[in-house]
């Protein structure tokens, strides 16, 4: 406003006076004419080159530091100011702050002092600067360090924008300031530090890529991030600038090119490049773009160590070109990488030249998997003898160099000049005489240097390792790092293994970690290289499951060839884990003989999976299986047996010495193997063939199942042992479904056992037999008691001849009234205690559904007994098949009992009342059930029970309904004539098929015998046996009945003979075998052998075999016979033949036959 006033032409106002001083003043007069205005006018004071030096600058200032002076933006670059101007400048600045917030000072050489200058002014409280430029001014480190020190330290610094382009940071001043943009306390929002925009539009590119300012970098990976040539311009722009401090450069996987491989040329011949490392690896460079490097690698700016130049597609050529670098005298390289490129061994004779130069500085050369042989290995050789005292890292594996070209690098190694540190071998297919060349090589040259020998994925033979080994050990010998195995892992695992073992494990052939590791992950590194030669590895109780069987397996196929006994005992393997094992199996190449599984959890698919495997490879070298303590199912033992089965093969399933003796002998006794069988008869054995400490063992084990078990015959086992075998069976209780203890005696302790066997839920009994007083009267309530508590799967139980006792039927009777109680077959001969089959019959018909056999055989069964079992026989739910009531009835109750069993006929098919005094009005009641169409009885017995007439009447009716019978036994009651001609009709009759007439004692004529051989042979009968004993027959009648049954194949038996007669082949002479107490006739028919379930069909041909051998036998006897006995012999036969009778007769008063 004041200086308008001056050029006013009404004001008369000449001369202002506003500045402090005459320098001032001066000053402000000078700018006025240079600027043509007035410098307190202006807020933007641009003096850029219109000053010059450090003493126009102090004047400048003393007009800058008048508060007249409101200058804003201050532009002073290119005025040769230096640290006194600067000193000026500061000063007036300080005195004057709060106007200026802008200043530039670009390209003056301040220098870091002239820079602390200008940070007292930062530092200044009233200083109001926003920007500040001090591009190209010099500056250093130091500088730097002074401005972020000022700044830091003026929290109410205005600063916002500071650029330090054209200087040198140093290596922290970058960091130094850049830390201030992270501070919240600072202002500062923008730092340039770059030159050029390319530079910086590059470096913010890359700050986005890898997530940090590059300049705050020393290595800058960009492998794969990058693509394109004009990238590549840009990276170069930034690398040029001083404050890009990248030494190490990855451009990996970029899809460099020819053009791009010369701008890579440019940036190594940059003055300013820093960069020593640069990696090219895996990019299509070829041979021309190798060339375009060289020029860039022979420069004398160019700085670069190290070059990774690993899968570029280079041939020989680029080996020329390498070799012109190496040679170069500007040449800084140390390190280079030539891996998977095909040099072959031309392209390596090229690099040896190179390699020869005594200028070269080259330390570490890889050619790894180059396509080099032994002439390359030569060429090296001989070049690094020629000149060995710079390389100290030589990389050549995966190249097939062999033993011949390991023995050419052993000359080198032999050399007392070579400076070789490392020497990388690894998969050059190298073996034990490769392996022994190097360790002598090494011992011989007590001076060599190399401390480290990787021999990875080659064949170390049985001495390789140990010789090498040995060296580590040796004091005068300098290798401290042998590696061998393929992996950082399998070291690992072998140096923990060291631990464990106290030994290199690769130097074992016996490896036994048995409690020693849990799990194998670990190991499996080294079990699968092929340095780890373990021919035996125990691996018990290490807690393998089915993901260290995966890797234990595929470790082993990859190295299987050693291995030759494995034990994996006592580990939770399972089904599963086994199915990992059985790959190994199927490997063609496993030597494995011997295996151990036991206690390995593993089941029937298990077994299934191993049987598998095993037959699949015939070849398989497996001779020993153990699988103990595992659990077979029903078909596991089979699977393998009929795999290790006559053979010298071991396979090994029983827990102990004394099961597997047990074994041995059962099988010497039984003639198969007992572990394939499901029952086990012992009825015939001597006592003494087996010892029951063994056969309890046998028992107790998973893999004997056996369902059915008849133990010797009555007191061959002695109370305490039938209560161990009792014992053995609670082991293992899952599988057995029929015990018969055959008339031995069950001490207290037996019972107990048997009753805890029988209580166990795992317990799936079906049949029970306990005969002849086997167990007391206290023993039968607790058996039945026992039964009680575990009802569901008896189908049947014989007592026979043991004494029940009050509370044993009472127990009984509980057992038969639980609806959980589905027994079908209660056999109770001469058990029950007086008055007490009431309450049993009463039991059963509150649970009538299931019985279908009653034996109460010599039972005394009274008026009230025989209402109940009456009752029971009504019962609409009552399904009973078999009754047999053998002298139990009292008088005259026969005709309520038959005439119960005519109100439910149907299912009848056997009813025994031997030695029951049937009168007229049971005979009657009889006669109405067997003519009954409903009636379907197979077997009736009425032994010793009529009289003549009811004989016939009895007959009579069968003649009916003659379709279903098949046995009849009328034993000693006389027929008479009418009988003996109704019976004949019954014979007659063609849809007759009785298969078994027992007419024993009957006071049968010869009469009465023409008529029935009339019968026999009126038509084809299914008669199988006729017994005739206790009958007179004449010489004659015998004759034609003879003659009869040979022609229709019965089975005739007759009181023995006298005289000429002994001799005929037809005839059973007197051969029926005592009654026991089953009344099944097919048990009479068992033999000691013991039968499978896929062994039936073959059992009942070798019985049909066993009865035509009968047959023949007689036939041989009948025959010697003829030869014409003296008188002494007949007689002895006579006397003989009549005791045979009188007993036979006494003991099967009952029943003829092999049933009652």
């Known amino acids: ?296 690698l022979t420069n004398a700016n160019c700085k670069l160590e190290i070059m990774m130049l690993q899968t570029c597609a280079l041939t020989k050529e680029s080996c020329s070109a390498l070799t012109d670098v190496l040679n170069s005298k500007y040449s800084h390289m140390n390190e280079l990488d030539l891996s998977n490129n095909n040099l072959e061994d031309s392209g390596v004779l090229q690099l040896s ?153 690769l130097l074992l052939r016996e490896l036994d970690l048995s409690g020693k590791t849990q799990g194998v992950n670990k190991i499996c590194d080294v079990l699968e290289d092929s340095h780890c030669k373990t021919r035996k590895l125990k691996l018990n109780k290490c807690s393998i499951t089915e993901e260290g069987c995966a890797a234990l397996s595929s470790a082993l196929c990859s190295n299987p060839s050693h291995l030759i006994e494995l034990d994996l005992s006592e580990n939770q393997l399972g089904n599963s884990g086994v199915n990992k094992i059985c790959s190994l199996l199927n490997n063609q190449c496993c030597e494995l003989q011997k295996l151990n599984l036991s206690f390995c959890s593993i089941t029937e698919e298990g077994y299934a999976a191993l049987g598998s495997a095993l037959k699949s490879k015939p070849s398989s070298h497996l001779i020993e299986l153990d699988l103990r303590g595992n659990d077979p199912g029903d078909t596991g033992v089979k699977e393998l047996t009929d795999i290790f089965m006559n053979s010298k093969k071991t396979l090994r399933l029983l827990n102990s010495d004394d099961a597997e003796e047990a074994w041995k002998r059962l099988n010497e006794i039984l003639g198969r193997n007992p572990l394939l069988q499901r029952e086990l008869d012992l009825s015939m054995k001597v006592p003494n063939d087996i010892q029951v400490k063994q056969l309890c063992a046998l028992l107790q084990d998973p893999h004997y199942r056996l369902e059915k078990l008849k133990l010797s015959k009555s007191g061959s086992v002695k109370g305490d042992h039938c209560a161990d075998l009792v014992s053995a069976l609670i082991v293992n209780p899952s599988h057995l479904r029929e015990l018969d203890l055959n008339e031995n005696k069950l001490n207290k302790s037996g019972v107990e056992k048997l009753c805890i066997l029988l209580k166990n839920p795992d317990c799936k009994l079906e049949k029970l037999k306990i005969k002849k007083g086997s167990i007391e009267e206290e023993g039968c309530a ?126 009848i098919r056997d009813l025994n009342l031997n030695k029951n005094k049937l009168d007229e009005s049971g005979l009657k009641e009889l006669c109405n059930l067997l003519k009954n169409p409903h009636c379907k009885l197979e077997k009736l017995k009425l032994a010793n029970t009529m009289t003549d007439k009811s004989c016939a009447a009895l007959v009579s009716a069968l003649c009916e309904n003659p379709s279903y019978i098949r046995n009849l036994d009328l034993t000693d009651n006389k027929l008479g004539d009418s009988g003996m001609k109704k019976l004949c009709d019954l014979l007659k009759n063609q849809d007759c098929k009785l298969q078994k007439l027992l007419i024993k004692n009957c006071s049968i004529g010869d009469k009465d015998y023409a008529a029935l051989a009339s019968a026999v042979s009126s038509h084809h009968l299914q008669l199988k046996l006729l017994d005739l004993r206790g009958n007179k027959l004449g010489e004659s009648v015998m004759k034609q009945l003879s003659e009869i049954m040979m022609k229709s194949q019965c089975s005739l038996q007759l009181d023995a003979p006298k005289g000429w007669l002994s001799w005929l082949p037809s005839f059973n002479w007197n051969e029926v075998e005592t009654e026991e107490s089953s009344e099944d006739e097919e048990a009479h028919h068992m033999t000691a052998e013991v039968h499978t379930e896929v062994d039936r069909d073959k059992q009942i041909t070798e019985e049909s075999s066993e009865d035509q051998n009968k047959i023949d036998r007689d036939d041989q006897k009948t025959e010697k016979r003829s030869d014409g006995p003296n008188k002494m012999d007949e007689k002895k036969m006579e006397n003989s033949s009549d005791k045979k009778h009188d007993k036979t007769t006494k003991e099967n008063l009952d029943s003829p036959s092999k049933t009652d």
């Not at 042989?373 to 594996?397: I, Q, Y």
């Not at 005489?433 to 011992?443: D, P, T």
């Not at 029940?804 to 609806?819: F, I, T």
């Not at 279908?852 to 025989?866: F, M, P």
């Open 1 to 296: 406003m004041l200086t308008d006033l001056l050029e006013d032409s009404n004001c008369k106002l000449k001369k202002t006076r506003l500045l402090n001083s005459s320098a001032a003043e001066e000053v402000c007069d000078s700018l006025t004419k240079v600027l043509g205005i007035n410098s307190l006018l202006l807020s933007d004071l641009d003096l850029s080159g219109k000053i010059q030096g450090n003493s126009e600058m102090k004047k400048v200032s003393d007009l800058l530091e008048d508060s007249h002076c409101r200058t804003q933006k201050l532009k002073l670059n290119k005025c040769s100011i230096t640290e006194e101007g600067c000193a000026a400048l500061s000063s007036a600045l300080s005195s004057n702050p709060s106007h200026l917030i802008e200043l530039d000072l670009s390209e003056n050489q301040l220098g870091d002092s002239g820079v602390k200058k200008i940070c007292s002014l930062l530092s200044n409280q009233g200083c109001k600067l926003m920007k500040v430029g001090l591009s190209f001014c010099s500056i250093t480190e130091e500088g730097y360090a002074a401005l972020a020190s000022a700044l830091k330290s003026n929290r109410s610094s205005h600063l916002k924008e500071l650029d330090l382009s054209g200087n040198d940071p140093g290596d922290t001043g970058v960091q130094k300031l850049i830390n201030l943009l992270d501070d919240p306390n600072s202002n500062l929002k923008k730092l340039r530090f770059l030159k050029a925009p390319a530079a910086e539009e590059m470096c913010d590119s890359l700050t986005k890529v890898v997530g940090t300012n590059p300049l705050l970098l020393r290595e800058l990976d960009l492998s794969g991030k990058t693509q394109g040539v004009s990238e590549l311009q840009q990276l170069c722009s930034l690398l040029e600038d001083a404050h890009c401090k990248i030494e190490k450069l990855g451009l990996s996987n970029c899809s460099l090119t020819l053009e791009s491989c010369a701008v890579l040329a440019g940036i190594l011949s940059l003055d300013s490049s820093r960069v020593r490392k640069m990696d090219l690896s895996n990019n299509n460079l070829q041979d021309s773009g190798m060339q375009h490097l060289t020029g860039g």
């Open 353 to 505: 030249a190179g390699l020869k130069n005594p200028h070269s500085s080259l330390k570490i050369i890889r050619l790894s998997n180059s396509s080099i042989t032994e002439d390359g290995c030569g060429a090296l050789a001989s070049a690094l003898k020629s000149n060995p005292s710079h390389l100290m890292d030589l990389d050549l594996s995966e190249n097939i160099i062999e033993n011949s070209g390991v023995k050419q690098l052993c000359d080198l190694l032999m050399n007392s000049n070579c400076m070789l540190q490392k020497l990388d071998l690894s998969f050059c297919s190298i073996t034990e005489e490769g392996y022994a060349a190097l360790a002598s090589a090494l011992k011989s040259n007590p001076l060599s240097h190399l401390i480290e020998l990787d021999l990875r994925g080659n064949d170390p033979g049985d001495t390789g390792v140990k010789k090498l080994t040995d060296l580590l050990e040796d004091p005068n010998c300098k290798l401290k790092t042998l590696r061998l195995l393929k992996s950082f892992a399998a070291e690992e695992a072998c140096g923990f293994l060291t631990k464990a073992l106290g030994t290199n494990p």
């Open 782 to 907: 607790a058996l039945a008691s026992a039964l009680t508590s575990n009802p569901s799967y008896l189908r049947e139980l014989d007592l026979y001849k043991n004494k029940l006792g009050k509370s044993g039927v009472e127990n009984l009777c509980n057992l038969l009234k639980n609806p959980h109680c589905k027994l079908e077959n209660l056999k109770l001969v001469e058990s029950l205690p007086d008055k007490s089959c009431a309450a049993l019959v009463s039991a059963l018909c509150g649970n009538p559904s299931y019985i279908r056999d009653l034996n109460l055989n010599k039972n005394k069964l009274d008026e009230s007994g025989v209402e109940n079992l009456c009752n029971l026989l009504k019962n609409p739910h009552c399904k009973l098949e078999k009754l047999k009531l053998v002298e139990i009835l009292p008088d005259k109750s026969c005709a309520a009992l038959v005439s119960a069993l005519c109100g439910n006929p149907s299912y």
